[in-house]
Each structure stands twice: as C-alpha cells, then as structure tokens.
C-alpha cells in the first residue's frame, strides 16, 4: 500500500488557493523532497496530510487512512515550522508528555539519543536554541515509530552547522524503512537528502523525478540575444529549451543543450549580440518555479 | 528493516495520569500563578483575618480560600490561550490527543490545583489558631471552595480561548479581583448601597461566597445563591464550548 496518495487536491482560503490540484503517490520506503518557492502551496499539502486542515476538494489517504485517523495510529508524525513547544516545560518533559498521548511509542530515552539531544534533556525548552528545539521536534516525531515522517522546512533558519547536523540524524533514521516527506526550498537540501524531487509552484507539481531528472530540466545555460520579432514559438520546439522569455527587442533562452540554441540563432536568424552565461543551480531552480518557465513532469 | 503498520488509537483520546501529572508540575512552577493563587491569600488570611470589625478569622479565611482556588482554577483553564499562542496546541493536533480529552485535562489539572490552593491556606490557619470553627465546618466549607471554584475553570476556557495573548494572565487577575469585591469576598457586601447590592448578586462569585459562607454564617439559606451558580456555570460552559467548537472548525 502507497504511504501517500493525493488525488485532485485543492484548498482555497476565501479568494487565494493555495493547492490547485495536486496528485501525489509515494510509496512505503521512498524519501521525496517537496520542492518549491515561499507560498507555492507546500504547507498547505502537509497540512491536509496530517489532518490539520480539510482539502476544498480532492481526496488526501495515508496508509489508506483518512490523515487524522493515521495520526491517532501513530502511522504519521511531523517536524514543524517554528513554534509548536511550551517554554516552561524541559526537553525530556515535552517528550514525555507528548509520548503519553500514544497508545503505543518508543522509549523516551531512546528517541532522545537518536534525535542528538540526550545532553540536554534537563534544559527548559526556552533556553534551548533553534537547532536543539529542531531536533526536540524531531524526537517527538520519532516517539510513535511512524511510518511516514513527514518534515515542514525543518531547517527553516538554522546555520550551515546545525542543518548539516540535522539531516545526518534524519537520514540515519531513514534508513529503518520509514518514508520520509520533507518541504524545503533549498535546491542542495533536496538534491543531498532525497531520492526523488517534487517539484511545486502555484499550487501544482511542475516536475516530479530523481534528483538527478529534476537536475538535468534545471541544468543548462542562459542565451541572450537581440531579435526584433522573435519566432518564440520555433524556439520552444529546439531540443534541450526549458524556457523562452521575450523582454522588448531580445529574446533570453533556457536551455539544457546551449549550442544548439545557438547555432541555429547565428546561421538562421537575424538575431545579434549573443550573450552566453551559465545558470547555477539555484538560478536553475527560480528557472523552473518562476512564472514564465515551461517545463514539463519527468513522470 | 520495515516499520509495522498495525496500529492502535490510545484510550480516552489521550487523556491519563502521566500527561495530568505534567501539566500539574508546569503550573507549579509558575511562579505568578503560585503567588496570586496560593501566597496572597495565605498572607491576606494571616493579615486580616484577625483584625476586630473584618469578620471572624474562619470567614476571612473562607474568602481567602475561595479566591486562591478561583484564581487557580482560572489560571488552570486560561493556559489554552498561552498554549495556543506558542504553537503548543496545532502541535498536540498532530499527536492521537483528542480535543475533548485536551479539555478533560485541564479540568483534571484545576481540580488538583484548586484543592492544593484550600489546602495550603487551611493548613496555615490550622497550624496559626487563627480560625475558630467546628472540624465537621472546616471539612464542608473547604470541600465547598474547592468544589465550587471548579465553575472558574470553564471561565479560565471561555477567556483563554477568546484572548489568545500571552497578557491573559494579567487581565484575568483584575477581572477576577472586580468579581471578589463584587462578590462579597473581600468587604461584607453590607458595605454596599442597596444598589449597588442588588448589582453584585449578579456577578459570577456572589453565588460561589454565599453558598461557601452559608455554613459559618447561618441564617436564612438563600436559592438565589444556587441559581446565581448555576447560571454562569451554564454561561461560562457555554461561552467555552462556542470557542472551542470555532478553534477546532479552524484548524
């Protein structure tokens, strides 16, 4: 049985909608990065699939489950934003407090050793830093040996240091079988941690393969030119063209294969002043989630 | 390595002795709620209980012991504003905790809280001889403070759920210091204009003070009492029901 499926979903808060019609599967064991810009509608996906919010439409099943009936079961936890602890309480205090609430769960001692955070078990959450009441919210997550882990930005304001030390707890854990579904709009965090990239924007999947597919449609350079009156709709069809952008008299083009692009605009056009320039990764990334690019699904 | 899947939902939603247990030592450890609901009252008691014209010492202390136990009560049922201000309770969301056994653990929480807040100022009295009273009437006035106060956990709720600020605790401490005066808990309501008399019955712990006074006072027994209770207990059960019925639709 698939640890997601998402069929058709949508939810619209008054006018904005946020989800606007997401299909998902994941199956048991898989690590999926959710990849996408500041408000493309991740948040609101994991919202519906830890029972947090009702979908406008579509239907949201984990483990077959409807989402809150897999979170009474222990079958799903999660790794917030920011906030969500209680500063008067210890680090061990949250954990035993949250491990009561299950029917069954992991020693508190052991999901304190796994999550890094044994040293501090005595220090009032206040007084703990980001990075430490991460990884509290990580052990917390780990008490009903879930399943499906599912991980909102978890790195969301930590320093280099403290997130690299984040995902090797992470992925020391991923190892025991359990599917993992993380949101970030860090490109390295998701080429590093997952198997398998989706990506979002606008409430839709856009891409959805390896991280190295999702790379390859990312990958590529940039080719400027100078064309009056552009055939935009001939460049689109060249081999290797992510994206094809008209900004007044020139034309900028995105694409994986650079030279073909051109080669054909030096011999069989008009266009002049042809200006080459390699796209990072993250260059690459705001490529494929910005508005104006035309990418297609790998899957 | 797989992870099983055949899963169980915990009893009650959640709700037992070792989350209670928690929750009591949290509270414990607040320092305000501390002070307001079981060290003023006992210096209160140990100031005025025995100055000529402000009563008998076990009245003062009566009034002393409902207020500590009100305040706690309160304090107890308005910590859903902090929690739901921290984050805390959209966490709990993602855990088997059901919303009613979230509730039944803040009730269980102010019937412990309640109960230490009589039981210190009591116990004070007691060991001072400041309070001259009966054994059978220091049994029945005090179980009569402890359960009475219960009514101000749903009120703590009402608020807690309509405030969500971490200040909540400082509005409830005035609020709660205009419904004693009013209730007759800290000056003899003789005080009053008949007016201004007649206004206080009103108020949400004019009922609570006769009902816990009526066994030391005598006198005529007053149904007003009861129905001054049992209407903000239908007002305030009310209230925080509507709230937290919202809260949840919210989510």
């Known amino acids: 049985m698939n640890a997601i499926e998402v069929r058709e979903l949508h939810k619209r808060f008054g006018d904005v909608t946020a989800v606007d019609g997401i299909d998902l599967t994941v199956a048991a064991g898989e690590v999926v990065a959710f990849l996408g810009p500041n408000g493309a509608g991740k948040t609101s996906t994991i919202d519906t699939l830890l029972g947090l919010s009702t979908p406008t439409s579509g239907s949201v099943r984990v483990h077959g489950l409807p989402p809150r009936e897999a979170v009474r079961r222990g079958l799903v936890s ?57 990884r509290l919210r990580f052990a917390m997550a780990l008490l009903p040996d879930p ?111 650079s030279d073909t692009v051109a080669r054909y605009l030096l011999n069989l056009t008009p266009a002049r002043d042809l200006e080459l320039a390699a796209a990072g990764l993250e260059d690459a990334f705001m490529a494929l989630t910005s508005d104006n690019a035309t990418v297609g699904a790998t899957r | 390595m797989t992870v099983a ?31 307001l609901s079981m060290v003023i009252p006992t210096v209160f008691f140990l100031a005025f209980g025995s100055i000529p014209g402000s009563g008998s010492g076990a009245s003062v202390l009566v009034s002393m012991a409902v207020y500590g136990a009100v305040l706690a009560t309160t304090s107890g049922g308005a910590m859903v504003s902090i929690e739901r201000a921290a984050g805390w309770s959209r966490q709990l969301r993602t855990t088997p905790l059901a919303p009613a056994a979230y509730i039944a653990v803040k009730m269980a929480t102010s019937v412990v809280l309640s109960a230490a807040a009589v039981g210190v100022v009591y116990l004070v009295a007691a060991a001072t001889g400041k309070a001259a009273m009966p054994v059978w009437m220091w049994i029945v006035t005090g179980v009569a403070a402890w359960l009475g106060s219960l009514l101000f956990t749903a009120f703590g709720l009402f608020v807690g759920y309509l405030m969500p600020s971490e200040n909540v605790m400082q509005v409830i401490a005035f609020v709660l210091m205009l419904f004693s005066f009013a209730g007759g808990l800290l000056l003899p309501l003789s005080l009053f204009s008949p007016a201004l008399r007649t206004a206080a019955s009103f108020t949400p712990m004019w009922g609570l003070n006769g009902l816990v006074h009526y066994p030391l006072a005598g006198g005529s027994f007053n149904w007003l009492w009861v129905a001054n209770l049992a209407a903000w207990l239908v007002v305030f059960t009310a209230g925080a029901a509507w709230r937290f019925s919202k809260d949840t639709a919210r989510v």
């Open chain 1, 147 to 257: 399943a499906l882990l599912v991980l909102d930005e978890p790195t969301q304001g930590m320093d280099v240091a403290a997130r690299r030390q984040f995902w090797a707890q992470v992925r020391a854990d991923a190892q025991a079988g359990r599917t993992i579904l993380f949101a970030t709009h860090y490109l390295e965090e998701a080429d590093a941690y997952a198997d398998r990239i989706v990506l979002v924007r606008h409430g839709r999947v856009v891409a959805d393969g390896t991280a190295a597919e999702v790379k390859a449609l990312a990958a590529g350079r940039s080719v400027r030119a100078t064309w009056p009156g552009a055939d935009v709709a001939y460049l689109r069809t060249l081999p290797g063209v992510n994206s094809v952008e008209v900004r007044g008299d020139s034309v900028l083009i995105h694409a994986t294969d």
């Open chain 2, 5 to 35: 899947l055949d899963r169980h939902v915990p009893l009650l939603g959640g709700f037992n002795g070792a989350v209670i247990g928690l929750e009591i030592r949290r509270m414990l450890r607040n320092r305000r709620t501390l002070l």
């Open chain 1, 78 to 134: 999660a790794v917030m934003q920011t906030g969500g602890l209680l500063k008067d309480f210890t680090v061990r205090e949250t954990v035993a407090y949250t491990a009561a609430l299950f029917a069954t769960h992991r020693p508190v001692d052991e999901v304190m050793a796994r999550a890094g955070i044994t040293e501090i078990a005595n220090r009032r959450v206040g007084k703990c830093s980001g990075g430490q009441q991460q």
